[in-house]
């Protein structure tokens, strides 16, 4: 019998991240975001990433094949996160509907 990381446990993944892909909203500061610490849109799968930012109207992609910047170096300056399921769990696309959930988020 072998045993096998619990997913969604870090240990599931030797990079750090929580898993092998997934979408969270995260609180990320300098020197990822310009000035106050915010919240923004963060999808992964493997090293390879999305950073979307809500606020300020931009998005931020890496790629785990160009060599550069990976999901792995984001997610350890992550301050906060709040997994993208539930009532979080929407279309990336809707660019509406995000800013005023986090909108919310700021308040809370």
Not at 66 to 77: C, I, L, P, Q, Y
Request: proline residues 7%; hydrophobic residues 35%.
């Amino acid at each position: 019998m072998t045993w096998q990381p619990l997913r969604g446990s870090k240990t599931n993944s030797p990079n750090g991240l929580p898993g092998q892909r997934g979408r969270y909203l995260i609180l990320l500061g300098p020197p990822w975001i310009e000035g106050q610490p915010r919240w923004v849109h963060f999808s992964f799968r493997g090293e390879s990433f999305v950073l979307r930012d809500y606020t300020e109207d931009r998005e931020l992609r890496g790629q785990e094949k160009t060599g550069g910047v990976k999901a792995s170096d984001v997610w350890r300056a992550v301050i906060k996160n709040i997994p993208a399921v539930g009532d979080y769990f929407h279309p990336a696309d809707d660019i509406a509907w995000w800013k005023e959930a986090i909108a919310r988020l700021k308040t809370e």
